[in-house]
T-cell receptor, first 115, second 115 residues
Protein backbone atom coordinates (compact mmCIF):
# COMPACT_ATOMS: atom_id res chain seq x y z
CA UNK A 1 0.00 0.00 0.00
CA UNK A 2 1.11 3.52 -0.71
CA UNK A 3 2.01 5.83 2.15
CA UNK A 4 2.65 9.56 2.21
CA UNK A 5 4.76 11.18 4.93
CA UNK A 6 4.96 14.83 5.85
CA UNK A 7 7.56 15.13 8.57
CA UNK A 8 7.02 18.81 9.38
CA UNK A 9 3.85 19.30 11.46
CA UNK A 10 4.39 23.07 11.52
CA UNK A 11 6.45 25.58 9.59
CA UNK A 12 6.79 29.34 9.81
CA UNK A 13 7.91 31.87 7.20
CA UNK A 14 8.16 35.63 7.08
CA UNK A 15 6.16 37.51 4.54
CA UNK A 16 7.97 37.81 1.19
CA UNK A 17 10.38 34.99 2.09
CA UNK A 18 10.59 31.49 0.63
CA UNK A 19 9.63 28.27 2.40
CA UNK A 20 9.84 24.61 1.41
CA UNK A 21 7.46 21.94 2.67
CA UNK A 22 8.64 18.34 2.55
CA UNK A 23 6.81 15.23 1.42
CA UNK A 24 8.01 11.69 0.86
CA UNK A 25 6.01 8.74 -0.36
CA UNK A 26 6.37 5.04 -0.70
CA UNK A 27 5.17 3.13 -3.74
CA UNK A 28 6.20 0.26 -5.97
CA UNK A 29 4.47 1.75 -8.99
CA UNK A 30 6.20 3.66 -11.75
CA UNK A 31 3.28 5.77 -12.94
CA UNK A 32 1.30 7.97 -10.59
CA UNK A 33 0.26 11.52 -9.77
CA UNK A 34 1.26 13.73 -6.86
CA UNK A 35 -0.63 16.73 -5.55
CA UNK A 36 -0.33 19.52 -3.03
CA UNK A 37 -3.59 20.74 -1.53
CA UNK A 38 -4.07 23.81 0.64
CA UNK A 39 -6.66 23.95 3.42
CA UNK A 40 -7.13 27.49 4.79
CA UNK A 41 -9.09 28.21 7.99
CA UNK A 42 -12.32 27.94 6.00
CA UNK A 43 -11.38 24.23 5.62
CA UNK A 44 -12.07 24.28 1.88
CA UNK A 45 -9.51 22.04 0.17
CA UNK A 46 -7.88 23.81 -2.77
CA UNK A 47 -5.55 22.22 -5.30
CA UNK A 48 -2.21 24.05 -5.38
CA UNK A 49 -0.17 22.06 -7.85
CA UNK A 50 -0.04 18.69 -9.63
CA UNK A 51 2.86 16.57 -10.88
CA UNK A 52 2.71 13.59 -13.22
CA UNK A 53 5.38 11.03 -12.39
CA UNK A 54 6.30 10.43 -16.03
CA UNK A 55 7.24 14.09 -16.45
CA UNK A 56 10.80 14.97 -15.51
CA UNK A 57 10.12 18.69 -15.48
CA UNK A 58 9.03 20.08 -12.15
CA UNK A 59 5.58 21.64 -12.08
CA UNK A 60 5.20 25.37 -11.45
CA UNK A 61 2.14 27.49 -10.73
CA UNK A 62 2.98 31.17 -10.20
CA UNK A 63 4.70 31.40 -6.77
CA UNK A 64 4.38 27.66 -6.15
CA UNK A 65 6.80 25.08 -7.50
CA UNK A 66 7.77 21.53 -6.68
CA UNK A 67 11.01 19.62 -6.48
CA UNK A 68 10.11 16.13 -7.68
CA UNK A 69 12.80 13.53 -7.09
CA UNK A 70 11.35 10.27 -8.38
CA UNK A 71 14.23 8.01 -7.37
CA UNK A 72 14.23 9.42 -3.86
CA UNK A 73 10.39 9.41 -3.76
CA UNK A 74 10.40 13.00 -2.65
CA UNK A 75 7.95 15.75 -3.60
CA UNK A 76 8.59 19.07 -1.86
CA UNK A 77 6.62 22.29 -2.32
CA UNK A 78 8.37 25.64 -2.54
CA UNK A 79 6.40 28.81 -1.90
CA UNK A 80 8.17 31.96 -3.04
CA UNK A 81 7.36 35.51 -1.95
CA UNK A 82 5.11 34.20 0.83
CA UNK A 83 1.92 36.10 1.51
CA UNK A 84 -0.36 36.24 4.54
CA UNK A 85 -2.99 34.40 2.51
CA UNK A 86 -0.65 31.42 2.19
CA UNK A 87 -1.19 30.58 5.86
CA UNK A 88 -2.97 27.22 5.87
CA UNK A 89 -2.60 23.49 6.26
CA UNK A 90 -0.85 21.93 3.30
CA UNK A 91 -1.43 18.30 2.37
CA UNK A 92 0.62 16.17 0.04
CA UNK A 93 -1.35 13.46 -1.78
CA UNK A 94 -0.61 10.47 -4.00
CA UNK A 95 -2.80 8.94 -6.67
CA UNK A 96 -2.09 5.73 -8.53
CA UNK A 97 -2.80 5.57 -12.24
CA UNK A 98 -3.18 1.82 -12.41
CA UNK A 99 -5.58 1.22 -9.55
CA UNK A 100 -8.77 2.89 -8.43
CA UNK A 101 -8.95 6.62 -8.18
CA UNK A 102 -8.40 7.09 -4.46
CA UNK A 103 -6.02 9.66 -3.06
CA UNK A 104 -3.66 8.88 -0.20
CA UNK A 105 -2.92 11.93 1.95
CA UNK A 106 -0.11 12.86 4.29
CA UNK A 107 -0.89 14.22 7.75
CA UNK A 108 -0.32 17.82 6.71
CA UNK A 109 1.96 20.74 7.51
CA UNK A 110 0.58 23.86 9.15
CA UNK A 111 2.20 26.94 7.62
CA UNK A 112 2.27 30.20 9.53
CA UNK A 113 3.16 33.44 7.75
CA UNK A 114 4.47 36.27 9.92
CA UNK A 115 4.97 39.95 9.24
CA UNK B 1 -21.19 28.14 -11.19
CA UNK B 2 -19.96 24.56 -11.21
CA UNK B 3 -19.02 23.01 -7.94
CA UNK B 4 -19.73 20.70 -5.05
CA UNK B 5 -22.19 21.48 -2.32
CA UNK B 6 -22.41 19.84 1.06
CA UNK B 7 -25.16 20.38 3.52
CA UNK B 8 -25.49 21.20 6.27
CA UNK B 9 -22.27 22.95 7.28
CA UNK B 10 -22.74 21.99 10.95
CA UNK B 11 -24.72 18.99 12.17
CA UNK B 12 -25.46 17.90 15.71
CA UNK B 13 -26.86 14.51 16.64
CA UNK B 14 -27.48 12.42 19.70
CA UNK B 15 -25.56 9.20 20.12
CA UNK B 16 -27.40 6.22 18.68
CA UNK B 17 -29.04 8.14 15.84
CA UNK B 18 -28.24 7.65 12.19
CA UNK B 19 -27.49 10.82 10.23
CA UNK B 20 -27.15 11.47 6.49
CA UNK B 21 -24.75 14.00 5.01
CA UNK B 22 -25.58 15.42 1.62
CA UNK B 23 -23.16 15.86 -1.29
CA UNK B 24 -24.17 17.19 -4.71
CA UNK B 25 -21.98 18.11 -7.69
CA UNK B 26 -22.77 19.77 -11.01
CA UNK B 27 -19.34 19.24 -12.56
CA UNK B 28 -20.52 16.21 -14.54
CA UNK B 29 -17.85 14.17 -12.78
CA UNK B 30 -18.07 10.40 -12.82
CA UNK B 31 -16.32 9.67 -9.55
CA UNK B 32 -17.24 10.85 -6.05
CA UNK B 33 -15.60 10.33 -2.68
CA UNK B 34 -16.16 10.74 1.03
CA UNK B 35 -13.29 11.56 3.38
CA UNK B 36 -13.09 11.97 7.11
CA UNK B 37 -10.70 14.46 8.70
CA UNK B 38 -9.65 14.34 12.35
CA UNK B 39 -7.24 16.72 14.13
CA UNK B 40 -3.61 15.86 13.44
CA UNK B 41 -4.48 13.42 10.71
CA UNK B 42 -4.77 13.65 7.00
CA UNK B 43 -7.90 12.84 5.11
CA UNK B 44 -8.98 9.23 5.26
CA UNK B 45 -11.15 7.67 2.58
CA UNK B 46 -14.50 6.29 3.70
CA UNK B 47 -16.22 5.29 0.44
CA UNK B 48 -15.89 6.10 -3.22
CA UNK B 49 -17.95 5.61 -6.35
CA UNK B 50 -16.66 5.62 -9.91
CA UNK B 51 -20.02 5.16 -11.58
CA UNK B 52 -23.71 5.32 -10.77
CA UNK B 53 -25.08 2.37 -8.80
CA UNK B 54 -21.62 1.20 -7.85
CA UNK B 55 -19.37 2.08 -4.91
CA UNK B 56 -16.42 0.65 -3.02
CA UNK B 57 -15.24 0.74 0.57
CA UNK B 58 -12.31 2.92 1.42
CA UNK B 59 -9.93 2.57 4.33
CA UNK B 60 -12.40 3.30 7.13
CA UNK B 61 -15.85 2.20 5.88
CA UNK B 62 -17.07 0.52 9.08
CA UNK B 63 -20.10 2.28 10.51
CA UNK B 64 -20.85 4.18 7.30
CA UNK B 65 -23.05 3.55 4.28
CA UNK B 66 -23.52 5.30 0.93
CA UNK B 67 -25.69 5.22 -2.17
CA UNK B 68 -25.14 6.46 -5.73
CA UNK B 69 -28.50 6.53 -7.48
CA UNK B 70 -27.71 9.65 -9.48
CA UNK B 71 -24.48 10.88 -11.02
CA UNK B 72 -24.81 14.20 -9.20
CA UNK B 73 -25.45 12.87 -5.71
CA UNK B 74 -23.49 10.75 -3.23
CA UNK B 75 -25.03 10.88 0.26
CA UNK B 76 -23.20 9.44 3.26
CA UNK B 77 -25.03 7.90 6.22
CA UNK B 78 -23.22 7.77 9.52
CA UNK B 79 -24.82 4.90 11.41
CA UNK B 80 -25.03 4.26 15.13
CA UNK B 81 -22.42 1.54 14.62
CA UNK B 82 -19.72 4.17 13.98
CA UNK B 83 -17.92 4.31 17.32
CA UNK B 84 -16.46 7.79 17.04
CA UNK B 85 -18.48 9.76 14.49
CA UNK B 86 -17.57 13.30 15.55
CA UNK B 87 -15.36 14.63 12.76
CA UNK B 88 -15.15 16.87 9.72
CA UNK B 89 -16.46 15.19 6.57
CA UNK B 90 -15.38 16.17 3.08
CA UNK B 91 -16.94 15.14 -0.20
CA UNK B 92 -14.98 15.26 -3.45
CA UNK B 93 -15.41 14.44 -7.12
CA UNK B 94 -13.18 13.87 -10.13
CA UNK B 95 -13.42 13.19 -13.83
CA UNK B 96 -12.01 9.75 -14.43
CA UNK B 97 -11.98 10.03 -18.18
CA UNK B 98 -10.02 13.23 -18.58
CA UNK B 99 -6.35 12.51 -19.09
CA UNK B 100 -5.39 16.02 -18.17
CA UNK B 101 -7.04 16.28 -14.81
CA UNK B 102 -7.16 13.51 -12.27
CA UNK B 103 -7.31 15.94 -9.38
CA UNK B 104 -10.21 15.80 -6.98
CA UNK B 105 -12.41 18.82 -6.34
CA UNK B 106 -13.70 19.22 -2.81
CA UNK B 107 -16.86 20.51 -1.22
CA UNK B 108 -16.84 22.87 1.78
CA UNK B 109 -17.31 20.05 4.28
CA UNK B 110 -19.72 19.18 7.08
CA UNK B 111 -18.74 19.30 10.73
CA UNK B 112 -20.62 16.51 12.54
CA UNK B 113 -20.82 16.53 16.33
CA UNK B 114 -22.38 13.59 18.14
CA UNK B 115 -23.06 13.83 21.88
Amino acid sequence: AQTVTQSQPEMSVQEAETVTLSCTYDTSESDYYLFWYKQPPSRQMILVIRQEAYKQQNATENRFSVNFQKAAKSFSLKISDSQLGDAAMYFCAYRSVSTASKLTFGTGTRLQVTL
Amino acid sequence: DGGITQSPKYLFRKEGQNVTLSCEQNLNHDAMYWYRQDPGQGLRLIYYSQIVNDFQKGDIAEGYSVSREKKESFPLTVTSAQKNPTAFYLCASSSEFSFSSYEQYFGPGTRLTVT
